[in-house]
């Protein structure tokens, strides 16, 4: 029968509200009224009431678990009844079953499943050195506190329950799925059968699966006594070793193949948790030292494209420089040949533009391979030209005598010499001495330069006395053609 909020048993424990139910209680939370604070109160179902023997047994376990005091286990605060309500008051937990906890988050972690199943384990070690077994270790009966702490509760009425409770309430019905072999077939039930219990417990943690299932608790049961426990990692391939290990051990199906006792399961478990801290201290050290080098290396990296940027931008307005002082020296050669070019033509019409005279300035002159044809009387008028011409342009200089073979230089050039530098850049052989043969150079392996094609023939006094050299000729020919 259900009770209302507000019903108070035993004068003492006020009903709030209803919190839960299973196949043999319905779970409500109370308030202890004579020391003030919330407690858990079992309530027996009403086909349990005229079991004698049953409501007997139970009271006695339930005095045996209130002996229990440990930090992992929930405390019986109180057996009575009230009229035909048989009641337990025990200790209230603020959290939730490890049922619902696995419903939301399994699969767990290794590491957080070897700390509850250590608490579990301590649970029972302490139960088991008062004799006492639990028989209905799962999810359903493992309360976890908001603050994290593991507390096993419902000792009394597991050590009441009967093997045909398997079947004959839903409940029951459902903890098939964590019964060792033994309470499957109905035999001897003793420690190793929490340890069992505890094995299945931890397989769904750590898989988020029960490793048995099937469409009724007979198949169920069949199952755990024929069929071998499924490979864990392929459910969760993070598994530790010693954890996998831990489980199958505690899962035998044989129960002289399983732990010894609980201690020595806990003793595995502890082992197995340091395990799991130096590994994850590692990874945690690994990862901070690659972090460290992907940092180092992002600082390296940053600072090269850096130095970089810097060395390209530096090179751009080097380059951009370049090109300008080339533009602006470009432009001066440009005005420089022009202004040569209209000196040159204004000084004599029969000198053509330099840069289309790449030869000896006797091109431009009549040949002179036979003198008697080319000269001839000249007239008086003719003659009077050449006399002023001569003495408005050179008077100071010689007239020139013509003597010896003709192939002889008209000019010579020596007392220019001393003072005419030519330049690197000059082209003279090209340009000055195109009828002589070029000499061999002595290192035959080396291209002679043409410096008048290159872009640096800028030496104001060579091209001054260039343009000396030309006037002084323009005047030797038409002299000699006179």
Do not use: W
């Amino acid at each position: 029968m259900l009770l209302n909020p507000g019903s108070v048993l035993g004068d003492r424990y006020e009903i709030i509200e209803k919190i839960g139910s299973g196949g043999m209680a319905v779970v409500y939370r109370g308030k202890d009224k004579k020391l003030d604070r919330y407690v858990t109160i079992k309530v027996l179902r009403e086909e349990f009431i005229g079991d004698e023997e049953f409501i007997e047994r139970f009271r006695s376990e339930a005095c045996s678990a209130a002996r229990l005091s440990h930090p992992n286990i929930v405390r019986v605060y109180d057996v009575g009844e009230d009229g035909e309500i048989n009641y337990i008051v025990m200790e209230y937990i603020h959290g939730d079953t490890l049922k619902t906890a696995i419903r939301k988050k399994a699969p767990f972690d290794s590491r957080s499943t070897i700390n509850v199943a250590i608490q579990i384990a301590s649970a029972l070690s302490q139960a088991h050195k008062a004799h006492i077994v639990h028989r209905d270790i799962k999810p359903q009966n493992i309360l976890v506190g908001t603050d994290g702490v593991v507390k096993v509760t419902d000792f009394g009425i597991a050590r009441a329950a009967r093997a045909t409770t398997m079947t004959t309430t839903a409940n029951a019905a459902g903890s098939v799925h964590y019964f060792s072999p033994e309470q499957a077939r109905g035999g001897y039930v003793d420690e190793k059968s929490d340890i069992y219990s505890l094995g299945i417990t931890m397989f769904e943690m750590i898989t988020g699966v029960l490793p048995f299932q099937g469409n009724n608790s007979v198949s169920i049961a069949l199952k755990h006594i024929n069929e071998e426990l499924p490979d864990i990692r392929q459910y969760n391939p993070n598994c530790t070793p010693s954890l996998e290990g831990i489980i199958k051990k505690a899962t035998m199906k044989k129960a002289d193949e399983r732990y010894a006792s609980i201690d020595l399961m806990l003793a595995d478990l502890m082992r197995a948790r340091t395990e799991v801290a130096v590994h994850a201290e590692q990874e945690r050290q690994a990862e901070a030292k690659e972090r460290s080098h992907a940092a180092v290396a992002g600082a390296a990296g940053a600072a090269a494209g850096a130095a970089t940027g810097i060395r390209m931008s530096r090179r751009a307005e080097a380059t951009k420089e370049l090109r300008e002082a080339k533009e602006r020296a470009e432009a001066e050669r440009a005005r420089i040949r022009k202004m040569e070019d209209e000196a040159v033509t204004a000084e004599s019409p029969l000198v053509h533009r330099r840069a289309e005279s790449g030869s000896h300035f006797r091109e431009n002159i009549p040949a002179m391979e036979n003198v008697e044809d080319a000269t001839r009387k000249a007239d008086e008028s003719e003659i009077d030209l050449i006399r002023f011409r001569k003495n408005e342009e050179a008077p100071a200089a010689e007239e020139p005598q013509v003597e010896g073979d003709v192939n002889t230089p008209l000019v010579s050039f020596e007392k220019y010499g001393k003072r005419l530098k030519i330049s690197k850049d000059d082209n003279y052989e090209g340009e000055y001495m195109a009828v002589e043969e070029v000499k061999k150079s002595r290192r035959p392996e080396r291209k002679r330069r043409n410096p008048r094609k290159e872009e640096e023939y800028d030496n104001e006094r060579d091209r001054k006395a260039e343009r000396r050299v030309i006037a002084a000729a323009i005047v030797t020919a038409i002299v000699l053609i006179v």
